[in-house]
């Protein structure tokens, strides 16, 4: 893995230090501490991994009856939604109303026949990048596994071909190029949760860091 160092002391002071006076405007749509953008800015850890629709698999295991592979064409086949949605970084910009479009990721779920026993998911990206979040977190109506926006081909910048989209929490719960989705009993602290980041990341609770 690179020196993310720098990096990630940077985007913790910027979590970190307030949001810009006079540019706040917490409302039922903004929450407090965020920054309205309309350019849809880019973060990741700086590696974006280049993967051509014929070798990008999203694997779905671990306490499932039936563990899945699910190739483009699997994809492509399933009912394929929209939705529009909020979306608030923890470094303080959020920009509303994108319109994704994708697959529920709880019909990606139910391939898999997640057992009784599974209670969280650990997701990965093809960066190797870890997020986790409670099972019952994918199984809103507005999470999905999304390949559109504005329109088009999710770009390879905003995690083409294919990403979680988890609007009710902070965006760094929502993995670009999705690779794995594992069912767990247990929890398991991805990337910046292991680095202090709040485990819940609820934005309307201002869930920014842990303790
Ligand atoms: N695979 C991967 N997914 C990731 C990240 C990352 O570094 N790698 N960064 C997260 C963070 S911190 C944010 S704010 C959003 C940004 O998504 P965007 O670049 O499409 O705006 O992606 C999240 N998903
Ligand atoms: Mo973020």
């Given at each position: 893995?690179?020196?993310?160092?720098?990096?990630?002391?940077?985007?913790?002071?910027?979590?970190?230090?307030?949001a810009k006076p006079g540019k706040?405007?917490?409302?039922?749509?903004?929450?407090?501490?965020?920054?309205?953008?309309?350019?849809?800015?880019?973060?990741?850890?700086?590696?974006?991994?280049?993967?051509?629709?014929?070798?990008?698999?999203?694997?779905?295991?671990?306490?499932?009856?039936?563990?899945?592979?699910?190739?483009?064409?699997?994809?492509?086949?399933?009912?394929?939604?929209?939705?529009?949605?909020?979306?608030?970084?923890?470094?303080?910009?959020?920009?509303?109303?994108?319109?994704?479009?994708?697959?529920?990721?709880?019909?990606?779920?139910?391939?898999?026949?997640?057992?009784?026993?599974?209670?969280?998911?650990?997701?990965?990206?093809?960066?190797?990048?870890?997020?986790?979040?409670?099972?019952?977190?994918?199984?809103?109506?507005?999470?999905?596994?999304?390949?559109?926006?504005?329109?088009?081909?999710?770009?390879?910048?905003?995690?083409?071909?294919?990403?979680?989209?988890?609007?009710?929490?902070?965006?760094?719960?929502?993995?670009?190029?999705?690779?794995?989705?594992?069912?767990?009993?247990?929890?398991?602290?991805?990337?910046?949760?292991?680095?202090?980041?709040?485990?819940?990341?609820?934005?309307?609770?201002?869930?920014?860091?842990?303790?």
């Open positions: 893995m690179p020196d993310w160092k720098k990096l990630i002391e940077s985007k913790i002071a910027l979590a970190r230090r307030g706040v405007h917490p409302n039922e749509r903004v929450p407090a501490g965020q920054t309205l953008v309309t350019n849809f800015p880019v973060l990741d850890l700086g590696v974006q991994p280049d993967v051509p629709l014929d070798r990008w698999t999203l694997r779905i295991h671990g306490e499932v009856a039936t563990e899945v592979r699910l190739d483009w064409a699997a994809l492509q086949s399933m009912p394929q939604v929209e939705d529009i949605s909020d979306f608030h970084c923890v470094t303080r910009w959020s920009q509303l109303d994108l319109p994704w479009g994708g697959v529920l990721a709880r019909e990606v779920l139910a391939l898999a026949n997640p057992l009784p026993t599974a209670r969280y998911v650990a997701l990965l990206g093809y960066d190797g990048y870890t997020t986790n979040l409670p099972l019952d977190a994918l199984l809103d109506d507005d999470v999905l596994v999304a390949h559109r926006v504005f329109g088009a081909p999710l770009s390879k910048a905003h995690g083409g071909p294919v990403r979680l989209v988890v609007p009710k929490r902070y965006a760094w719960k929502s993995p670009k190029w999705l690779k794995a989705i594992e069912l767990r009993a247990d929890d398991k602290p991805g990337f910046w949760e292991e680095r202090g980041y709040h485990n819940e990341a609820d934005p309307w609770k201002e869930e920014r860091f842990s303790g």
